[in-house]
């Protein structure tokens, strides 16, 4: 069952320098219950996207065409039709985000303690001794103390402010957390700890999880589908072990070959060549071509931008694998 359906977004950042189409006709379903990742290397459209499904793109971006629907007790809303409004009534309560620490995304000068305030007030709850008694269950649930909320930002640890965002987003119940590099600088141990409480967030409270990020390694294990963005397109998504056994998109499969582990030869790695697209430039039909081997080589000639999708498999390139 759906409980979220991306349909050909495009999203376009008006620039001295032209137009940059930083989301391009971008669909993909996303189930109840399910954890999806989203990955992509720097500048492929995630956190773009990301904005646009919670309708919070601004100047100089514009979400140019495409729809969100949101789906509850069988009735489907489009959420990019909503007045800001209106909106407020899903950001948060239905679908919260979970954005980096570090990004200053906790304001410096008031408590940990005003942060869950403000949200709640923000969305009409101005019971403050009810608004601190779910605080306090959702910092437990992030395994934080109860004092963190008399706390700055500047005295906590960056894992314990990743942590205070996503007990933060727990907040109003959300069906959906967006969660965007929510492991980024920080160091290896605590990435694995904020990864196992999400877990366990998906697990135990059966929320939908959609992770941005261009960390692969620390996501796999915790993902059930993957979605691979690439010059803000969709270029291949399916099961997680599906893609990681037989990626079908050369770019997905340079990406798997890229990643290092402890177990292997660091010489048998291998990064993609090239550069990732300008997207300032006008790009080929197939924006991987200019990095494709299948390309360089002449195993390819067909430059349709065309997903083809079979069931729960779509890729992008119609010869690294049949959907
Ligand atoms: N506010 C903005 N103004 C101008 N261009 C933008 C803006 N936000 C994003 N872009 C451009 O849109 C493209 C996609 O960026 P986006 O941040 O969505 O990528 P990303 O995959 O999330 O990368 P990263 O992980 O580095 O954030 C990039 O070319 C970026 O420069």
């Known amino acids: 069952m759906n ?82 409004e209106q909106f407020n009534e899903y950001r948060w309560e239905k679908i919260a985000t979970v954005f980096q620490a570090a990004q200053n995304a906790l304001n410096p000068v008031i408590k940990i303690k005003e942060h869950f305030i403000e949200t709640a007030f923000a969305h009409n709850w101005h019971n403050e001794t009810e608004i601190i008694k779910k605080s306090e269950q959702v910092l437990e649930y992030v395994r934080l103390d ?17 942590r205070v965002l996503i007990a933060l987003s727990l907040l109003l119940d959300p069906e ?46 915790v993902i059930d589908r993957i979605a691979v963005m690439y010059g803000g397109q969709i270029v291949e998504y399916g099961n997680v072990k599906e893609v990681f056994t037989l990626p079908m998109h050369p770019y997905t499969q340079g990406l798997l070959k890229a ?30 071509s200019p990095r494709c081997s299948f390309y360089k080589e002449k195993t ?8 083809y999708v079979n069931g729960e498999r779509a890729s992008r390139c119609p010869i690294g694998g049949i959907v």
């Open 3 to 84: 409980i979220l359906e991306i349909k050909n977004v495009s999203i376009e950042f008006a620039l001295k320098k032209g137009i940059l189409r930083a989301c391009d006709n971008v669909s993909i379903d996303i189930k109840k219950g399910e954890v999806l990742g989203i990955i992509g290397e720097s500048g492929s459209g995630k956190s773009t996207l990301a904005s646009g499904i919670l309708n919070l793109i601004s100047s100089p971006g514009k979400l140019v065409s495409g729809e969100v629907w949101y789906y509850e007790n069988n009735i489907k809303t489009n959420l990019l039709n909503k007045t800001p």
């Open 146 to 162: 109860a004092n963190v909320l008399e706390a700055y930002p500047h005295q906590l640890s960056g894992g314990m402010k990743q």
């Open 176 to 221: 959906i957390i967006i969660l965007d590099e929510p492991t980024t600088a920080l160091d290896v141990i605590t990435q694995w700890y904020i990864i196992d409480i999400l877990h366990k967030i998906n697990k135990e409270l059966g929320i939908t999880l959609i992770f941005c990020t261009h960390d692969i390694a620390v996501i796999s294990k």
């Open 259 to 288: 990643i290092p582990t402890l177990k292997d030869n660091m010489e048998t790695r291998q990064a993609i060549a090239g550069a990732a697209p300008n997207l300032l430039e006008k790009q080929p039909a197939c924006r991987f």
């Open 300 to 307: 390819c000639s067909n430059l349709a931008d065309e997903l």
